[in-house]
């Protein structure tokens, strides 16, 4: 039985797993950049998550548990407090790679709770837990009286938008980020 419940501090290295899977392989090394690997950027992502000043952080973490194992998450947060936020991610690539991001796109804004990641470990997929990850995210912004909650979906992603789509978000506006054109979608 899948529980949907708020994420834990010592949950830190597997959340930052399932993180790593929404950005993909190929965006995490652009942003541990040449010279790292991915079990580099894990380690800076673990730390982010142990944090509670950071967009990536527990605290922002609703997670899928089958039993004590955590096998999703949705990670999301108060578009207006991104570049708060977002500092934590710039000083610990700087720290930790010598990486600046602080000239980085922004990725929402105010008046959405903004849904930053989203992933399901790879043997619990086609099982719902995504929906239900979803909507307890729109439950939360409903919670903090945000009217919506906001993504982007890479346009190359049309697995990712009919997800999207199945619980009820609706295509906003066209968007750029990390260089991909993207979709913003509100539910």
């Not at 709770?113 to 719902?128: E, F, H, I, K, T």
């Not at 995504?130 to 906001?150: F, I, S, Y």
């Not at 619980?167 to 980020?177: A, E, I, M, T």
Request: with cysteine; hydrophobic share 40%.
């Amino acid at each position: 039985m899948i529980e949907i419940k708020h994420a834990r501090k010592e949950q830190a290295a597997d959340i930052a797993r399932l993180i790593m899977t929404a950005m993909t392989d190929d965006c995490c090394l652009y942003f541990c950049g040449v010279g790292h690997g991915l079990e580099d950027f894990h380690r800076m992502m673990t730390m982010l998550v142990e944090r509670e000043d950071s967009q990536y952080s527990y605290l922002n973490t609703l997670a899928a548990m089958d039993g004590e194992r955590l096998v999703g998450i949705a990670v999301s947060y108060d578009g207006g407090r991104l570049h708060e936020l977002r500092q934590a991610f710039v000083q610990a690539a700087k720290e930790c790679f010598g990486m600046d991001h602080s000239g980085m796109d922004d990725e929402t804004q105010g008046g959405e709770l903004y849904l930053d990641s989203l992933a399901v470990a790879p043997d619990y997929r086609r099982q719902g837990i995504a929906q239900r990850l979803l909507k307890a995210t729109k439950e939360k912004a409903d919670g903090m009286g945000l009217p919506c909650v906001g993504l982007l979906v890479d346009k190359g992603n049309p697995v990712g938008e009919a997800l999207y789509a199945s619980v009820g978000f609706r295509y906003v506006n066209d968007s750029q980020w990390g260089g991909h054109p993207m979709k913003h979608l509100v539910l």
